[in-house]
């Protein structure tokens, strides 16, 4: 049986927003996430026992797929990415960003063509939008996106976003979107990288070989921590 994280049945549910950015500024976004991360649940369909609830909070984990270890990603995933993913900075990431897709060509590794990093990956349900959003009303008491390097700007009560299309989207259905919690700002209130790994917040999934469940003690042949 896979290890479970740290429970967190009786944690209520922290929602917050953080900043992320690249190394030079040029691609900065902000990502809501509730805390603490769902549990992930092994199920087994033979069990007849009928599926855990979708998770209602972040997750985190670490793949061993080639193109993870090789890129050094950290993915968060969070349960509603329409709702949750606002892109500042650039809003056409398909002509402002550059493009790299492997295996099935499904999922677009977005990276900046300044500084290389990647922030973000995503696939499916059609192109993204630019919308006008508030962010004071995306969580309560607001957030600014300020700073150095080309592109970054101050929000103000109403800003231009790029967020995934919400018609069709189900999540991890239809729609996949990951973000690089490697790109997060560090010192944001609530969100300490270096504390993911002790909490037992981190999953390690076998994306290689697809033989073995996710489990939270150590990664899988040909991961990383």
Known sequence: MSATPVSTASAPLTRRAYRGSCHC??????LVISLP????????PSSGIPPPPPPTSVRFYKCNCSTCHKMGYLHVRVPDSPRAFYLLAPTDPAAELRDYTCGSGRVHWYFCSECGVR???VAGAGAGAVVDVDLERV????????????????VTKTTKAWV??????V??????LS?????????QQGLDLRELKNK????YLDRKEDKHEGRFEYPHEGGTW
């Open 200 to 203: 037992g917040w981190i999953e």
């Open 179 to 187: 973000i690089n919690g490697l790109t997060l700002e560090p010192g």
């Open 164 to 169: 995934v299309k919400e018609d069709g989207w």
């Open 139 to 154: 969580v309560e008491g607001g957030l600014e996106v300020e700073g150095e390097g080309e592109g970054r700007k101050k």
């Open 25 to 30: 500024g040029r691609v900065h976004y902000v």
């Open 119 to 121: 922030c973000f990956a």
């Open 37 to 44: 991360p769902s549990a992930s649940i092994p199920y087994d």
């Open 171 to 176: 999540e991890n259905r239809t729609g996949y």
